[in-house]
Nanobody, 117 residues
Framework: QVQLVESGGGLVQPGGSLRLSCAAS????????MAWYRQAPGKQRDLVAA???????NYADSVKGRFTISRSYANNTVYLQMNSLKPEDTAVYYC???????????WGQGTQVTVSS
């Protein structure tokens, strides 16, 4: 059974930081691209950042220079370090896994991030 379990969300003031974690089980972690998406109320779900099996990363323009995605093969976990948070970063953040060769994909249950004073 595949599971992507997110943690680390919460309430933070503007300018603050949070680190999200996504622990993956039931998949061969090393052959999946891992990513974070987010969805604000009334908006579509958008890509925030992704890291391939080989370690290449890409980011949404809105988070470049503020967010960093990384992965640990030792504990099958992908992280999203979020710095200089803004109110517009408020959303539910979802972990996503895609097999590097097939159409096989998985989603986590989401974790709420709220940036507010």
């Amino acid at each position: 059974q595949v599971q992507l379990v997110e943690s680390g969300g919460g309430l933070v003031q503007p300018g603050g930081s949070l680190r999200l974690s996504c622990a993956a089980s039931g998949i061969i972690f090393s052959i999946y691209t891992m990513a974070w998406y987010r969805q604000a109320p009334g908006k579509q779900r958008d890509l925030v950042a992704a890291v391939t099996a080989g370690g290449s990363t890409n980011y949404a323009d809105s988070v470049k220079g503020r967010f960093t995605i990384s992965r640990s093969y030792a504990n099958n976990t992908v992280y999203l370090q979020m710095n200089s948070l803004k109110p517009e970063d408020t959303a539910v953040y979802y972990c996503y896994a895609k097999h590097r060769r097939t159409a096989e994909t998985y989603w986590g249950q989401g974790t709420q991030v709220t940036v507010s004073s």
